[in-house]
Structures are given as structure tokens and as C-alpha cells.
């Protein structure tokens, strides 16, 4: 075990408690404990938002990813960069004028419909736990390989951590783990960005040039094409992350912690400079493991490269570089997983329990009482099938949640925005085609089915080669909808949608 990782480890974790504990104080009442109140400002909900964004994926994946299939691997960077143009223009600022809590609060302000609103939070309870869980079994693996600590221990660690940060702190608690895990994890970046610039003498030139030679793949390690041969699946990939951070609800319901629309687009603007100069100095992490660490090191302590940046800073930065930037990725899990299980428990308590259930006729107490118990519920079915998850080749889930997130939540929140013909009947169909079809193409992909044994989760031939249903199933869901609506003999109230129109774009 390295004692110095450990340590701080315990900081770290010790640092994060106290927020939790503070937090607690402040969290009474259900609106402390869905959106802190509404009570952070631009610049903090910014860094939140980032904080929940640039996951372990981003942080371990991109870099390794760089690292061993050069510039195929800044194909993620661009992508989840783009997309908050997307947030920005789009989304951002309807959804908190029309909204409270929950993107079903923003579909229901339109259509009061209990269908709907049971089916966006299905919806937003499958994203969050397919995320989930592959956030567990990486914090298993990470903790595993840094610590020693076996792996169920390490996936209940982080998985008691991130349901005491909400059941007892709520969203004020997970917003502060999220900014401060964002500052964290941009100074160890950054730390590591300037030393590995250093190394090729502050030269963008002369870092290319040394790249064309400092691994196997050789000049075409600056060229695609190296990971990702199939263009089709390049673009359904981009698509799927471009589109799906609009409708990835660990990130809409950051919109409802501020006062109002200015201040969330405010937000996005300061979240996507800080996600932008990260996914920059992922160029210098995935170039410096490249040619400090050596791609046979990188193989040999993960396979698909995760462990590249902490590698990078132990070459470069010894034990304390390397101590510091797995405690860095420690954090950075924790906060993700703890934005993901609110999200998850907000739409099962809000939308599930108080709408459905109790036809919005439950009390403050009842409320608070249910999203507790809906946070540790979602906890402990998330670590559980990640302890199954163990042995099995996890990372596509990610991509999963963004194609369903475009799939099945963007179209039906545009149309909502911008359609007036939309109806109720269009949203239900778009809604469910978007989730089945993304989730049929993925079971019938190479992710799941492989001719060769340990490969993928089960052995056989696949159905399709695509290895992200986006190209497929985003069509698919807004052409749903539309045909949804266009077939369907359902009229609605068009002074209802004037009065979205107005709401929407101007909060009144």
C-alpha cells in the first residue's frame, strides 16, 4: 500500500465529510435538499457543473486513451466539449424557467400527463444508474491498484461515502464535493500540463514533432483512424456525445441551483471555459504518458490505458505527484457518484412518489423522508451490480447513458420548447422508443456479443458492428415523437403552449 496515497486518501475523504457535515445544517427543507435552495451563484454552479461532468472517464479515460491511440482519443474531448453549445443555446435557460426540480417538472409544466412524467423518470433513473456503475467499477479498480484494498471493499467505501454525502448534506453537500473536486482536479492538471510542457521546451512544435517517434503507431499516432476505424461508429459516437449532455440529468438538475435563467446560462458559459481548458491539458497528460511512461508501461498496469495519468505524474513528479493525482481521482468519482445518486433519487421521490403515488399531496417531511430513503435505495442497487460488474469490460456504459440521454430525453425536451403541435402522446412515444431502441442496438452490439471468449460480456457473433446506437437510435427517437404527435387524434390546449413559449424565454 503507498502510505502517502493513503494519506491523502483520509484527507481528502475528511475534507469531504466536513462539507457533508455543514451541509447537513443547512439542508431542512425539500427544496435545501433538491436544488440547495437555488442558492449558488454562476461561477459556483460553473464549477459544479464541471466538477460533475469531467468524470473518472474523462480525467483516467482521455487521457489513456491519447496515450496509447493518439488523436483518436481527443475525439471524446471535442465532444464533450461541443456539446454544451448544445446546453448553452438550447436548453439551459427553458429548463429553468419551466422547471423545479426535475426534467420531468420541466415536460410537465407543458403536459400535466402522470404517463409522462413516470416515464422521464424512468428514464433519468436508467442514465444514472448505467453511469453509476461504471464509476464503481472504476473506483473499485483504482482503489484496488493504489491501495491493495480488495475490490468489494472498495466499491462499499465509495458507495457509503456517496450516500451519506446525500442523504445527510443533499444537494448543497454534492454541489461543495463537486467544487472543490473541480479545483483539485484542475490544479493537478494543470501541474502536470506545465511539467510535461517544460519537457519539450514550452514548444507545441517541438511536442508533435517528438510524438511522430515516441510510440509504436509512429507518425500516424498524430493521425485518426487509430482506435476508431469504422466512420460510421465515429459519428455515432460524436453524435451520442454531443447531443446526450442536453438530456444527462446529473446535469440538468444543476440548472434548478441557481436564481434564475440568466444566472444558469451564466453557468454553462463558465462551466464549458473550464471544461474547455481541461480537455486542452488531456493533450499534454495523453502526449506526456506517451513518452515519459512508454506504451508497454501504460499496457501493463491497465490495459485500456486508465492508469496513464497517474503514471505520468509519478515519472514526473515522484510519490507525491503520484499520491496526490489518484487522491485527485478518488474525488473526482466520489462527486460524480454522489450528483448521479440525487438525480436518480430526486426523480424516484419527486416524480415517482410525490406526483404519482401521492398526486402531489404529500408532506414537506414526507418528502424529505422519501428522497432519503430513495438515495439509499439507489446506492445499494448501484453497488451491487457493480459488484457483479467486476470482471466485465464496463466502459461503454458511459457512451450508453449519453445515446440514451439523446435518444430518449433531447427530443422530447426541444419539442417541448419549440413545437407547438407537440402532444402528449408524441412525448410518452419518443420518450420509450429512444430508451428501448438504444437499449436493444447496445444488447445486440459488439459491447455485449464477441466471437472471442472474455472479449465481451457474453460470446457470439453480433447483430450490427456499431458499437454506440447513437447514429441509429437519435433519429429514432425524434422521429417518434413527431409521429407520435402527427398520428395521434390528441389535441392540446394551444393557449398552454403560448404560455410555455412566454415562460420559457422569459421566466414570467
Do not use: C
Not at 128 to 147: C, D, N, P, R, T
Not at 173 to 199: D, E, N, P, R
Not at 290 to 296: C, E, I, L, Q, S
Request: overall charge neutral; charged content about 10%.
Amino acid at each position: 500500500m503507498n502510505t502517502l496515497a493513503f494519506t491523502l486518501f483520509l484527507l481528502i475523504v475528511g475534507l469531504t465529510l466536513v462539507i457533508t457535515y455543514f451541509a447537513s445544517k443547512r439542508t431542512k427543507t425539500t427544496s435545501d435538499f433538491y436544488t440547495a435552495d437555488s442558492s449558488l451563484t454562476g461561477f459556483q454552479n460553473g464549477l459544479a457543473i464541471a466538477g460533475d461532468y469531467m468524470s473518472a472517464a474523462s480525467f483516467l479515460g482521455i487521457a489513456g486513451m491519447i496515450a496509447l491511440s493518439g488523436f483518436d482519443g481527443f475525439f471524446y474531448s471535442i465532444g464533450f466539449l461541443v456539446a454544451y453549445l448544445v446546453v448553452l443555446y438550447l436548453i439551459a435557460e427553458p429548463l429553468r424557467n419551466l422547471g423545479k426540480y426535475t426534467m420531468a417538472d420541466m415536460i410537465a409544466a407543458r403536459f400535466d400527463d402522470k404517463k409522462i412524467r413516470g416515464v422521464a423518470a424512468l428514464n433519468t433513473i436508467t442514465i444514472s444508474i448505467f453511469y453509476m456503475i461504471a464509476q464503481l467499477v472504476g473506483a473499485g479498480a483504482l482503489i484496488k491498484l493504489l491501495l491493495g484494498i480488495d475490490y468489494l471493499y472498495s466499491v462499499l467505501i465509495v458507495g457509503a461515502l456517496m450516500t451519506v454525502y446525500v442523504v445527510f448534506g443533499g444537494m448543497t453537500a454534492t454541489s461543495w464535493v463537486q467544487i472543490v473536486k473541480a479545483g483539485l482536479l484542475m490544479i493537478g492538471t494543470f501541474i502536470i500540463s506545465i511539467i510535461v510542457f517544460a519537457k519539450f521546451d514550452f514548444s507545441v512544435l517541438n511536442m508533435f514533432n517528438e510524438m511522430k517517434t515516441a510510440t509504436p503507431l509512429g507518425d500516424s499516432f498524430l493521425n485518426p483512424g487509430n482506435k476508431f476505424t469504422s466512420p460510421l461508429d465515429t459519428i455515432s459516437l460524436n453524435l451520442a456525445l454531443i447531443l446526450g449532455t442536453a438530456g444527462l440529468p446529473h446535469i440538468l438538475i444543476r440548472f434548478f441551483t441557481v436564481k434564475d435563467a440568466v444566472t444558469a446560462r451564466k453557468s454553462v458559459v463558465y462551466a464549458t471555459w473550464i471544461i474547455g481548458v481541461f480537455y486542452v491539458m488531456t493533450v499534454f497528460l495523453g502526449f506526456g504518458a506517451a513518452a515519459f511512461v512508454g506504451y508497454d508501461n501504460i499496457v501493463a498496469a491497465n490495459a485500456a490505458g486508465n492508469m496513464a495519468a497517474p503514471l505520468l505524474a509519478q515519472a514526473l513528479g515522484g510519490d507525491f505527484l503520484f499520491a496526490f493525482i489518484s487522491a485527485v481521482a478518488f474525488a473526482t468519482i466520489l462527486a460524480v457518484v454522489a450528483g448521479l445518486v440525487l438525480s436518480a433519487a430526486s426523480a424516484f421521490a419527486h416524480d415517482f412518489y410525490g406526483h404519482i403515488m401521492r398526486r402531489g399531496q404529500a408532506t414537506e417531511r414526507e418528502q424529505m423522508v422519501a428522497a432519503k430513503l430513495a438515495s439509499v435505495g439507489v446506492a445499494v442497487l448501484s453497488i451491487i451490480l457493480a459488484l457483479f460488474a467486476q470482471k466485465l469490460n464496463v466502459a461503454f456504459l458511459v457512451a450508453l447513458a449519453f445515446a440514451v440521454a439523446a435518444s430518449a430525453n433531447l427530443p422530447v425536451l426541444i419539442f417541448t420548447i419549440f413545437w407547438k403541435r407537440f402532444n402528449t402522446t408524441g412525448a410518452i412515444t419518443g420518450m420509450l422508443v429512444g430508451l428501448i431502441s438504444s437499449l436493444f442496438l447496445v444488447a445486440i452490439s459488439p459491447n455485449v456479443w464477441s466471437p472471442e471468449a472474455g472479449a465481451a460480456i457474453l460470446v457470439g457473433d453480433p447483430l450490427i458492428s456499431l458499437t454506440n446506437p447513437g447514429i441509429i437510435s437519435i433519429p429514432l427517437g425524434f422521429l417518434s415523437a413527431y409521429l407520435g404527435t402527427v398520428l395521434s387524434t390528441k389535441k392540446e390546449d394551444a393557449k398552454k403552449y403560448d404560455e410555455i413559449l412566454v415562460k420559457a424565454n422569459t421566466g414570467l
